[in-house]
């Protein structure tokens, strides 16, 4: 099927419009209504809790935050697309994913806030990574995740992000190609959101496409709408169907934009007109699917406003748990290094305890 | 018993465990059908496997990056670099993440791997293929940095490293590798990570050495013994965590330390050491310590290699000053 889709012939895969019509694509997996709907409330989910850590942020009570905003269909419908126990390993930006797979948004937040205690996942219950700071160096652990579970025939897959700048790094490349020649079970997702912080896309590389580096390590690769849940949704339930047939990873590219800044260290200003950025909010990939819920009649604007309303409640009670939990113990910032402490950081804990 | 070099113990402590444990699986360039270019994982591929022992494409950074996620679900990665000069494409994510996966996640996620590397120089080699970067990997929080010196030590270290739940940078002196042949028992045995060796007992002087050094300081030992000098020699065998405790105990008793170590001297082991020894056995110090080292300069090609090593002659020469210094 990905080949129906070859993005060195400029084909894109794209199923719902910005006007939230769906033109159903033969042989593509498809979304049911109420998969639509339940996906909906966790992108509104997930833009809310973003806008109020920006909200936060701005007040002074949260440090750094890379926003989500505009992004939020393509962790999301990626994650929608597999079981709950395949490997999810991200960059910075997926929380929708975080979401949908049932971690707490307090997780997000404290890992923000600045304690390593809210990166404590346990792998068994949601086989999740933390956010990954070097670019694209996450991708390699998605090939090794893949492989051992290929190792272990469990079926299990990985699936790992990556931003557009990301294509650039050798660790991207590196991925690719391990994963493809082990024939691992791994599905990449660059999120070219058009800006690595504040480098263009067009400046990152001059292919037409990022999907089409795949084809330099024979996976199979495609482009596809990101601000559109149904086509990532598609595109992943199919890189799955190999995967778990054994026929190695898939890299899709999933076209979107950042309606944010880089973080919220940034001022996007300097790099990039307001003409673009209006050119793409009503890309927004809430707003369509809102748009196509609405014509449903699966969701009124009054509904909108109460569950708006219930999520802000919701995120400021997460935020207000992780303000008002402790800050971590000396000892925290020592035992976690190795199992056992070291003698002599054991010493130097004494000594920095008892230093005046 | 029978008696094996280093590169055999290698090969013997890999096949110990592996038949031990089904999760451990080795990999890094040309390490499966070829054996290594040193051949420390020969035979390994034939009697586990292509899924256990295998080559990896050639990308550093891949190896060491793969070998996380595999780690991760639950594997016991087993990883060679070709030479510890070729270690550097794969900095960032040993750095960066195998060093920070458990701390960054409070226990959640963690690192058992192993990451072998031949280190050294002498063997008049190409670029790239003699330095000794210990000090580089020691400084980085979250690491153990091991380095045995004998075919005995680099099984018993190379199982204890296997079943360490920690990263470990397992530095094999290239060196050594065929020089010397040593009884070695069958089956599985552990050296505890963070314990030196006393080799000989003295009361003149400390010396500390490891790794392919200790050929010359052990040489160095029996002739200083001639001339009145009684050595105590130490095997570091562990760079971090060094066994503090051993050095300590030893100055204590002879009053004068030195060290000696093949890499640089600026910022290196030796460094570390004395600092150590002078915060904590000042007042039993006799004479100011001694570091014997390579030089700050990049290694040279073989023709210019006699002007880096350390030889004999070098550690009598100055063991014997140092024993004889009085203030």
Avoid at chain 1, 78 to 98: K, P
Avoid at chain 2, 149 to 174: H, N, Q, V, W
Wanted: aromatic share 10%; hydrophobic share 40%; net charge negative.
């Amino acid at each position: 099927m990905f080949e129906k889709f070859d993005p060195r012939e400029g084909k894109k895969l794209e199923i719902m419009n910005e006007n939230g019509e769906i033109t159903p694509i033969n042989e593509i997996p498809l979304m049911n209504d109420s998969q639509i709907l339940e996906g909906y409330l966790v992108m509104l989910k997930t833009r809310v809790a973003d806008e109020w850590a920006i909200s936060l942020q701005r007040q002074g009570r949260m440090p750094t935050f890379p926003p989500t905003k505009g992004q939020e269909a393509i962790p999301l419908g990626a994650l929608m697309a597999l079981n709950q126990d395949d490997w999810f390993v991200i960059a910075y930006r997926e929380l929708s994913g975080w979401l949908y797979r049932g971690i707490p948004l307090r997780n997000w937040y404290g890992y923000y806030y600045g304690n390593e205690k809210y990166a404590h996942l346990p792998t068994n219950k949601y086989h999740t990574f933390p956010p990954s700071v070097p670019i694209a160096s996450q991708l390699l652990h998605t090939s090794g995740l893949a492989y051992a579970e290929k190792f272990k025939k469990t079926g299990r897959l990985a699936i790992g992000f990556v931003g557009d700048g990301g294509t650039s790094e050798g660790d991207f490349h590196e991925a690719l190609n391990f994963a493809a020649v082990w024939k691992a079970g791994a599905i990449f997702i660059i999120q070219n959101n058009h800006y690595a912080i504040s480098c263009p896309r067009e400046k990152q590389t001059i292919t037409p496409t990022l999907a089409e580096k795949g084809f330099a390590y024979g996976i199979p690769s495609i482009q596809v709408d990101g601000n559109d849940i149904l086509s990532v949704y598609g595109a992943v339930k199919m890189a799955a169907e190999r995967g778990r047939n054994g026929l190695g990873p898939t890299l899709i590219e999933a076209v979107t934009y950042r309606l944010g800044p880089h973080t919220t260290a940034d001022d996007p200003t300097l790099y990039r007109s307001e003409e673009e950025v209006e050119l793409w909010k009503p890309k927004d990939p809430l707003i369509r699917t809102e748009k196509y819920l609405l014509s449903k009649e699966l969701l009124t604007s009054e509904k909108i406003e109460a569950l708006k309303e219930e999520f802000l409640a919701f995120a400021k009670e997460e935020f207000q748990s992780v303000e008002t939990s402790e800050d971590p113990t000396i000892e925290e910032t020592y035992n976690y290094h190795y199992k056992e402490l070291p003698e002599i950081m054991k010493e130097q804990l004494k000594e920095r305890k008892e230093r005046k | 018993m029978r008696a094996l070099t280093l590169l055999e113990a290698v090969n013997d402590a890999y096949k110990t465990e592996m038949r031990l444990d089904p999760f451990i699986v080795t990999f890094g360039e040309d390490v499966g059908v070829e054996g290594g270019v040193f051949r420390a994982t020969t035979g390994i591929q034939k009697e586990f496997g292509v899924e256990r022992c295998f080559d990896s494409i050639l990308a550093e950074s891949g190896i060491a990056g793969t070998a996380i996620g595999m780690a991760a679900a639950g594997l016991k990665p087993v990883i060679e670099m070709q030479f510890s000069g070729f270690a550097w494409p794969a900095f960032n994510q040993i750095v960066s993440h195998i060093a920070r996966f458990r701390n960054r996640t409070r226990g959640a996620i963690t690192m058992p791997i192993v990451i072998r590397m031949p280190y050294g120089g002498g063997i008049r080699a190409l670029e790239h293929h003699s330095e000794s970067y210990e000090a580089i990997w020691g400084h980085i929080p979250g690491l153990k940095v091991v380095i045995p010196s004998t075919p005995y030590d680099a099984k018993g270290l190379l199982i204890s490293a296997i079943r360490d739940p920690d990263p470990i940078i397992f530095m094999e002196p290239k060196r050594v590798y065929r020089s010397i042949k040593q009884e070695v028992p069958e089956g599985a045995y552990t050296i505890p990570i963070g314990k030196a060796k006393v080799i000989s007992e003295g009361d003149s002087l400390t010396m500390v050495s490891y790794g392919a050094q200790m050929k010359e300081a052990t040489a160095a030992v029996g002739e200083l013994k001639k001339l009145g000098v009684s050595v105590e020699l130490i095997d570091l065998r562990t760079i971090y965590p060094y066994d503090k405790e051993t050095i300590i105990n030893s100055v204590k008793k002879t009053g004068r330390f030195m060290v000696v170590h093949e890499a640089h001297q600026t910022f290196g082991v030796g460094a570390e050491l004395i600092t150590k020894v002078v915060e904590e056995a000042f007042l039993y110090l006799e004479a100011a310590p001694v570091r014997l080292t390579g030089p700050d300069t990049i290694f040279p090609l073989p023709r210019g290699e006699r002007y880096f090593m350390i030889s004999t002659d070098e550690i009598v020469k100055n063991a014997k000053n140092l024993a004889f210094y009085s203030i």
